[in-house]
């Protein structure tokens, strides 16, 4: 059985991919968004790939880092279109996932 600091990390992960998926698809196709999308999308892939290792025994360090940096740079997009609710929910998830994977490095 996984530990409750790598259960927590996964389940941040599920729900900012999750966040990301719905905030790309709400962003596709509008005009001056694309960048948010692809960052969304990039976000929700290292967030899965991160899912999918932790069910082996592998070091996750690198995924960890990849995961953080690409969360922080989705808020960070993110949060200039704030006033989009699904942009506001995409920021806060890759907020905490960021954090929850910089605390697995720690």
Known sequence: MKNKKIESCIDACQTCADACETCA???KGKAGMEKSEKLCIACADACN???D???TDANLDALYKKC???CNACATECEKHSDMKHCKV?????RKCAAECKAMLA
């Open 68 to 70: 953080e940096d690409a």
């Open 25 to 27: 698809a709400e962003n």
């Open 90 to 94: 995409c920021a806060d998830a890759c």
């Open 49 to 51: 790939a991160l899912i």
């Open 53 to 55: 290792a932790s069910e």
